[in-house]
């Protein structure tokens, strides 16, 4: 069984610069999640989601982060405008009623 | 919101000898704790999780123990191995389908040979 997939694997950018990140579940999971892993932390919540609608995104900073699964499969996760404070690695994982299942995340550095 | 608790946050131990870590959780509505291992660059994996029907479960050399009352949970690993070394995550979860986890801060371990 395929895992979860997630690109790019590494983002260099400047701060105020925008990006986005996406995630395939593994095929059937229903409820997929977004992580944010600050180094030496670990990881927070961002938003999940229950096929195409949000059960909890209340850890997500609305005025720049921005998350969507329009078909309840692939998701994508966008930072706009990035600040030096967002450098971390964003994990996806989903479930589907049990064990959540983490993606390899995508490192950003945002310089 | 739930708080999670991690310590040690580092933990060097010889080959062959015990290793234990505790974390602590605030909401006691909290049924569920899943216990993750990270090794370097790599992604989080499930190694042993537990729910609050429950007072301890063991998997070969793991084994978690759950106190509901002291709201606290240790992950125990016996005979330790250098490829136990890694960053361990401890979690709660007030659903019963392991969703909205929030995570302790991490403890290292290093198993020296």
């Known amino acids: 069984e395929a895992g979860v997939a997630q690109s790019p694997r590494y983002k260099i950018i400047e701060k105020r610069q925008s990006v986005a990140f996406w995630c395939n579940p593994i095929?059937?999971?229903?409820?997929l999640y977004w992580y944010q892993q600050i180094l030496g932390q670990g990881p927070k919540l961002l938003i999940q989601?229950?096929?195409?609608?949000?059960?909890?995104d209340s850890q997500l900073p609305k005025d720049r982060f921005s998350a969507e699964r329009l078909k309840g499969v692939d998701s994508t996760l966008k930072i706009q405008p990035a600040k030096l404070e967002d450098s971390a690695v964003y994990l996806c994982?989903?479930?589907?009623?049990?064990?959540?299942?983490f993606g390899p995340g995508t490192r950003l550095t945002v310089l | 919101g739930e708080n999670v608790e991690q310590h040690p946050s580092t933990l060097s131990v010889q080959e062959g000898d015990s290793a234990v870590i505790k974390c602590t959780y605030s909401?006691?509505?909290?049924?569920?704790f899943p216990w993750y291992k990270q090794e370097l660059g790599k992604r989080p994996q499930l190694i042993i999780d537990?729910?609050?029907?429950?007072g301890e479960k063991k998997d070969q050399r793991i084994a978690v123990t759950l106190n509901k009352t002291a709201k606290h949970f240790s992950l125990h690993i016996t005979e330790t191995q250098p490829e136990d070394s890694a960053v361990y995550f401890c979690a709660a979860s007030t659903s019963n389908a392991g969703n909205m986890l929030t995570f302790g801060g991490g403890t290292r371990l290093m198993v020296k040979p």
């Open positions: 909401d006691s509505a909290s049924n569920y």
């Open positions: 537990i729910r609050s029907n429950v």
């Open positions: 989601f229950q096929n195409n609608g949000v059960v909890d």
């Open positions: 095929s059937g999971h229903a409820t």
């Open positions: 994982a989903s479930s589907e009623g049990g064990e959540q299942f």
